[in-house]
Every structure is written in C-alpha cells, then in structure tokens.
C-alpha cells in the first residue's frame, strides 16, 4: 500500500516529537528509532485489539513487544484496570528502559501514558491513536491521567510522548457516533483560534460525515496544527492551553452526571462548547448569530444540543466546583471573545451562568 | 523554645529547595512562604498524628489547613491507601494551587510527595519528616511512589518538595527498632562516598544509639548533604543517584519477600549493605578487613546480618530480576570500590553472587 503521510513537530525543547498523520501507516511505517532499548509494551483493548495490533506490532520490527488487552470503555479508565498494564509489564519483566506504547482510543492513550509516566517513576511512551478523537486531540500534549469518582481526569501526570502515528484508515472502523464525538474537538479548534478553518468545516462537515480521506486527512492536519502551537506556546497549562478546555467544563460535568461511558466525551463537550458560546453571548462577548452559526455546525455534526434529561441547575454547579481550572473556590470558564478567539474568565455573572444552564437542561 | 537550626539546600535550578534541620521546629518554623495557595492538605498517619498534628498546622499561619489521617505502615503503601488522599483532596475541593504536606516516616512521604505528583496533574508539596529514615534519605529528593505485589516503588514519580523541614524533636517518640532503621541509610553515606564520616559514625555510634541530639543532628546535616550532592549532580538518576542504592537491590528482594513492612525498609538495607560488601570482596574490590569494618559498623547499629529465615538463593534471584536498575535483563548491582567510593556494575560474577547469597541465607 503506498503511504502518504504529512508530518508536523510539537515543539518542546529536547522532549519535541513529530505527529505523522497519513493512510497505510500502521505497520507500514517504523516506528522503531523512537523506541530507546529492546522491548515494547502495546496497551490495547478489546475492540482494537482484533482490527490493528498484527499491523501495530509490525511498526516495531526487530523489537521485543509484547501486548496487555483492556476492557473498552471510559469506565475503566480507573485505577484496577491501570494496575493490569503495571501487572503486565512486571510480569514480563519490562525495565525502565522499555517503550509503552498505546493504540486505541482517548482512554487507552491517557491510561497507557499515565502508567508510562509512573512505571519505575517514569518511561517513554509512543501514541497509536485509532479515534477521530485521540487522533485530534488527547494523543497530542502529553495530558495523560485516569478518573476519579468524584472529578475525571483528577489523577495523572504530564508526559510527552516519543511521537504520535496517526494512520487515517482505522477512522473507517469507527462508528458514526465516535465521529461525531471527534468532530466536537475538530470545531473546537475552528472556535478558539481559527476561524477560516471554521469556514472550511461548514463547507465540508457533509464529507466529513461521509468518511472522505481527505476531508479527514485535512481536518486532522489542522487540528493537531493548532494543538500543537497551543502546547508548544503552554506546555502545562500556565495560561494559554486553558482554551483547548473550551465547552470541557460543562461537558465534564455532563460526563460525571452521566456516569462514565454513558455521554461520549466528545458528544458532552459538543453539547458544553453550545453553552459557553450561549453564555458568551449573555456575556456580551459575542451576538447570537454567532452562537447560531457555532450551534448550528456542532448540530451538523450530529451532536446533542441539550444536557442528560433529569440534570439540574443544581447537579451542574456541584460537579464545576470540582473543575481543575478552578482556583480558590472560583469557578472558571473558556468563554469566546468572537468566533476563533477563546478566553479564560473567573468572573462570568452568576446570573448568566444560570441563564445557560436553563436554556440546555430539560 | 528556642529554634536553632541548620540549612543546606538541594541545587535543582528552578527546582531548588531548602532543607532546614533543627529542633522546635515543628510549629516553629514558618512554612507558609512555600504555600502558593491558600489551601494545605497535611498527609498523617495514626501513630503521628497524635504526637505532632497540632505542631504542624501552626507552620502554616494564614493558611486553610485539611487533615487526612492514614494507618501506619508500608503494607499500606499502595493504591487503596493513596486513594484516600485523593478522596480528602476532592471532598475538600483542593484546587491545582493547594499545596500537600508530608508528616511522618518514608511511607507518608512517598504516598503524599506520590499523590501530589499525580493530583489534577501535579500540585506543590512539603516534606516533614518524622523518622530518621526520612530525614536523612526518602524526603530529601523527589522520589516519590507506592509498592506493586510484583515490586517495592515500582509506581511513582519524580516530583521535587518546596521545602523540606527536619524536626530533631521528633525522634525523642521514635521506637528503637526505627532509629536502627534510619541509621543504616547514615552508614550507607559513609559507605558510598564520604570515609571520614565512616569514621566519625564509629566513634558515635553509641551516641547516636542514646538519641544525643547534637550527635543526631550532625548526622542528619551530613547524610542530608551527601544526599542533595547526589541529587543535584543526577536528579533523575541517569548515572551516580543509582550509588544512593547501595544494598536496595538485595535489600528489596528481602522486604518483598518478607512482605511489606515486616522488615523495615532500613533493617533490609543494613542487611543489602552487608551484602554488599562481601561481593565487593568477591568481585576483587575490596578487603576482608574493609568489609569486617562496615558489616562490623551496621551490627553496632543493631541491625540485622542474615536474610529472612527460609529465603533461597533462587528467591533472592528471582525478586532482584524486577529491581528498576536492571537494563534489558541484566541485574546491575551497586558495589565497593572502596570504602567511601560506590560503583554501579551490570558484570557482577554470577559464581560470587552466589557465593554471597550462601552466605547470607540460613
């Protein structure tokens, strides 16, 4: 198969690392300079495990690599189903000097990174992503960590990895409701920083929904372009990268409320991006037709366009007060400034706030 | 009380911190320059709660102080327990900007300095150390973690305190069988890089056995330096920080066999130190006498010189292959150059290591 792929660089100092996205990629493409020593540990799961671990071991020739198989699914992005990558890599006697790498989607990347980042207090680790979603959002920026009952993402770490391969032809095994879920962060990068590419969404979210290769291709190009430059200008979240949260805040309540796994991540940020745009809005920030135009394309994109049925006012103000954004007790948000620029508030009126969770709850 | 204290500090660029030994320094010392926030979680167990809670909440005047309390001992150095922390840290509402405090031996300090590592990706932490254990080895150096069935620290992090405080006060509570415990990792400085403390240890070996303070403080200011000496020329240990496990390789393998926490940590070293030596004899590096003279010196320590009754050779090989020095199956082993000189060596032969094993099994 000829692989075409373009390649972008996160740009980090000595811990930089390229994204290879393009089609034939996995086992076609050798990723074996990234791995230091001689062994190679694949965490995957259930569901990829069958379509793509054969061609994910062969991008590692000359490697011993051996392969731990998780449940799927973002309830087990907690700490028993961790402890088997850690079992596994004990089991086969893996040093630090060995190579973690993970294939799958969000939750096995975030898993198989915060257990790189903890195994022997810390060992490289390399992103297969095979969902829209990791592919354009959490495989890139080093963000890994697993859920706790009361707040998700509340316990990992920071921990670049070596690089990220991003082969396009797993997107044509995914179901229609996990693109829609990655199409979320896709728009995402079009509201807070770029607004031609918002355009180029509304003139392609048909091809997009229709799995066209190059419509995906260029919609993932960009998007990790833009992730890109936000981590390599905000690597920890000291400022800047807050605005990748934008719509998170909301949908992580949506997710919590949900429980795990019930509302896709992408489908609550989609759902939580309409209600910061909503409440940027009553913020003065930017006009309803705005809002209409961002509501209407994350509608386009099939997403829910109103919070889980029996969810309060109430409920959503308990599960925000846990966010990490917050500091000292203040609630802060990802608001936008207009359509392509994003900014972080503490300050939003509760009167507003209130306003927006009543217009998306049932 | 009047406070009279020393101070050293770990040089880590950015990361540097002070190490402040002294008595009456638990509430006497004020902390709160290195809380960034306005929010303090004291981690604590049962046995020291009681004795030195109160004292150090009044380190940090001005600032909201929360407690959580967990049981006491290294079985308890797992995921269960760390979990707690976690718990505290979210009922509380603990943002990104608040800051762990460490009270207790090596196991607080590890599971917190861990858990601050890991919290929303990475909060500050102090350290004050109440064993002599910690004071002079596990809180100074931002090795943090809990223990695997399969392994002893095998999932951590490294994470650098603000500050660490050195109360000699509070080993006037600590049972004797501890201070032996913490008095191994003084001898292993004299052993790994320092002769003239060697020296000095033998000529107040007693002293420091009798809890005279003034012999414990200066024990405790020069351990404390060779370790952040170590620390600042290899803090991620590359290379020389591996000396700082002397005896950990043999000395794990008998606590994991043991089970967790019915050999100290330090008891175990003693024993790995005693080890050590006698291969550094077999390996041609040092003398009988030399090695007469440090298994002599950590027996005066009343420290243990055989392995656990009923651990074989095959034992001993089979949980030192999982130690976290080996490099792509090979065990590497700290040993003597000589007295004050440690080496790191993967050629150790395996005739001698058998030979030593024999000779400290029953």
């Known amino acids: 198969m000829q692989k075409i792929y373009r390649e972008l660089r996160v740009d980090l100092g000595e811990r930089s690392y390229p994204i290879v996205i393009g089609s034939g990629l996995m086992g076609g493409y050798d990723l074996s ?36 198989v998780l449940p799927d699914g973002e309830k087990y992005k907690e700490w028993q189903t961790l402890n088997r990558i850690f079992d596994a890599l004990l089991e086969n006697r893996h040093t630090r000097k060995t190579t973690i790498a993970a294939l799958g989607g969000g939750v096995i990347g975030d898993m198989a990174g915060f257990a790189a980042a903890c195994y022997q207090r810390g060992v490289p680790f390399i992103q297969m992503p095979t969902t829209l979603l990791s592919q354009v959002d959490s495989s890139v920026g080093g963000k890994t960590g697993i859920n706790h009952p009361l707040g998700k993402n509340m316990v ?24 829609s879920a990655g199409l979320a962060e896709v728009i995402k990068y079009g509201l807070i920083r770029d607004e031609p590419f918002l355009g180029w969404l509304e003139g392609n979210m048909q091809a997009l929904l229709d799995l066209d ?9 960009r ?5 890109a430059d936000v981590v390599a200008l905000d690597e920890k979240e000291g400022g800047l990268r807050a605005i990748l949260n934008l719509g998170h805040t909301f949908g992580h309540a949506i997710e919590t409320h949900a429980g795990y796994g019930n509302w896709l991540h992408g489908e609550a940020v989609g759902t939580g991006m309409m209600m910061a745009a ?20 994350i509608r386009r994109a099939r ?12 409920r959503f103000m308990d599960l925000m007060a846990v966010d990490k954004k917050n500091v000292d007790g203040s609630l802060r948000l990802v608001l936008l400034k207009s359509l392509g620029e994003a900014y972080v508030t503490g300050d939003a009126s509760p009167d507003s706030l209130r306003a927006t969770l009543q217009a998306f709850i049932h």
Chains 1, 2 share one sequence.
């Open 213 to 221: 290769p190059e419509a995906q291709a260029e919609a993932i190009f």
């Open 156 to 179: 990992g770490a920071f921990h670049q990895p070596q690089a990220v391969l991003i082969d396009t032809d797993t997107l044509k095994t995914l179901p229609p409701r996990e693109v």
């Open 278 to 297: 909503d409440l940027s809005v009553r913020e003065g920030c930017i006009t309803a037709v705005e809002r209409d135009r961002a509501v209407d394309l």
């Open 223 to 227: 998007s990790c372009r833009c992730k």
């Open 303 to 314: 997403l829910p366009d109103m919070a889980p049925a029996g969810m309060s006012q109430a």
């Open 33 to 68: 300079p990234y791995v230091a020593g001689t062994q190679v540990m694949i965490v995957t799961n259930e569901t990829v495990a069958p379509l793509y671990l054969d061609s994910a071991k062969a991008s590692f020739p000359g490697k011993s690599v051996d392969v731990v």
